[in-house]
């Protein structure tokens, strides 16, 4: 079914095909009997996992950027996602960036975006998890304004994080995304330790105490990427995200509008950065794995790379609704075909490959 509707929804402008599917998911947001009728069988018990002393039923999570305001991640939770990130949210609301700001590219299974945090801000976000409270596990992906200062965006994160942490269960800083100006400069050892301090400070003074994550983007060197992390986990960080967009363009999408590319091309790329922080880092510091994934292959190379939990979003788009379950059962194959009894266990068991 979804291939005719996915016809469909590719003639139109993607934005406004984003929107439609955000409005149908929002009506399962707030009927339980549809959010039954779309719920898939439950995954394996052999893809069970603990996340940060959470119990994570399947590792498939959907990735920030698909509902950002805080609208449908429990219905995105009935599809099967084991996880769902809303945001970016931001402290106060704002448009994003002006013009033509989504492009598919079907024949590379990819996105191009520069949607630059459009959303109604942290009051409407918190307002809408106060309403519905998540019934699994939501995290809170937040960002700084575009018109905030470098010098203020501790500022921003620690408004964000005070309004989402009594409604989620960890929080994560974007400073990755390369829509907003200036906001990948502070993916730097020396500024991120002051974001983390003051995310978690924030959620402490509301009586919330959260895990906070850092998302990385993946158009810096290894060596730069395991030395922020470094700072971050110094500075309190209890997992990496890897990896935000890429500014890359692979061959045949040379054309594309400036902004992050998703999808099947940033696949490799994000692999090396989580198999890179894995073995800078450590097993102590869990990973997710994000790029790429459209498949349960896919999934399991981040994992075998070392990521614990893995996320999705542009595989999502050109899968449909049954991505997650699609996926958790391609896992459950590839864990077969390498004589795996359980997900975890291959966290990390790719050879390490040469500099």
Do not use: C
Request: net charge positive.
């Amino acid at each position: 079914m979804y291939g005719a509707l996915k016809s469909l929804l590719f003639q139109m402008d993607p934005e406004r095909a984003h929107h439609l599917a955000l409005r149908f998911l929002k009506g399962a947001q707030a009927s339980a009997s549809l959010r039954a009728a779309l719920r898939p069988p439950a995954p394996s018990p052999r893809l069970a996992t603990r996340f940060l002393d959470m119990d994570v039923a399947a590792p498939l999570g959907m990735a920030a950027g698909f509902d950002k305001g805080a609208e449908a991640y429990n219905a995105l939770l009935a599809l099967g996602f084991g996880h769902v990130e809303v945001g970016t949210v931001t402290p106060k609301p704002q448009p994003g960036n002006e013009g033509l700001r989504v492009q598919r590219w079907p024949d590379h299974q990819a996105l191009v975006n520069r949607m630059g945090f459009p959303g109604r801000g942290m009051e409407a976000a918190a307002r809408n998890l106060a309403k519905r409270p998540p019934l699994g596990l939501v995290g809170g992906n937040i960002g700084p304004n575009k018109t905030t200062p470098a010098e203020k965006v501790h500022e921003d994160l620690r408004a964000a994080a005070g309004a989402l942490a009594p409604h989620v269960r960890f929080l994560t800083i974007n400073v990755s995304s390369p829509n907003t100006p200036g906001l990948r400069a502070l993916q730097a050892p020396e500024a991120v330790s002051l974001l983390v301090r003051a995310t978690q400070e924030a959620a402490d003074a509301v009586g919330h105490p959260r895990p906070v994550l850092l998302k990385l983007h993946p158009d810096s060197p290894d060596a730069d990427l395991v030395a922020v992390a470094r700072a971050s986990v110094d500075a309190g960080v209890a997992a990496i995200i890897a990896t935000n967009t890429t500014r890359a363009r692979p061959p045949g999408t040379e054309t594309a509008i400036e902004g992050g590319l998703s999808g099947a091309p940033l696949l490799a790329r994000s692999r090396q950065a989580i198999a890179a922080l894995h073995h800078g880092l450590g097993r102590d510091v869990p990973i997710i794995g994000v790029g790429g994934i459209l498949t349960g292959a896919d999934a399991f190379g981040h994992v075998r790379a070392g990521a614990s939990l893995v996320q999705a979003y542009t595989g999502f788009i050109y899968r449909g609704p049954r991505m997650a379950h699609l996926v958790h059962q391609e896992l459950v194959a590839a864990l077969d075909a390498a004589g795996v009894d359980r997900l975890a266990d291959a966290v990390g068991t790719a050879p390490v490959s040469s500099p």
